[in-house]
Nanobody, 123 residues
Framework: QVQLVESGGGLVQAGDSLRLSCAAS????????MGWFRQAPGAEREFVSA????????YYADFVKGRFTIARDNAKNTVYLQMNSLKPEDTAVYYC????????????????WGQGTQVTVSS
């Protein structure tokens, strides 16, 4: 089993940037794809981005393309989500998760989840 811990969230203004980190422990996540999801109050959890285990394939939801960048450092067992040009509608709890197979954008394709980190963007 892998344990995932997100960090880097916070309160920022529209147009600012944040970089989220997801640190894995318990079992190296090399060989495993990873993803980021988010959940706003009263909304369903939604796919944000994902990355293959080598980092050579990345996937993004349409609403973050051109603004967010996913990356990973397998030597550090860490996945990152660089978020630029943040908007108030990006406000949510952001979760990282381990991909187990299937469609990248389905939450059911992931098993281990972190506890989430809050991102709040003020207008």
């Amino acid at each position: 089993q892998v344990q995932l811990v997100e960090s880097g969230g916070g309160l920022v203004q529209a147009g600012d940037s944040l970089r989220l980190s997801c640190a894995a422990s318990g079992r190296t996540f090399s060989g495993l794809g990873m993803g980021w999801f988010r959940q706003a109050p009263g909304a369903e959890r939604e796919f944000v981005s994902a990355i293959s285990w080598r980092g050579d394939s990345t996937y993004y939801a349409d609403f973050v393309k051109g603004r967010f960048t996913i990356a990973r450092d397998n030597a550090k067992n860490t996945v990152y989500l660089q978020m630029n040009s943040l908007k108030p509608e990006d406000t949510a709890v952001y979760y990282c998760a381990r991909f187990r197979g299937g469609a990248w954008y389905y939450s059911a394709s992931y098993d281990s989840w972190g506890q989430g980190t809050q991102v709040t963007v003020s207008s």
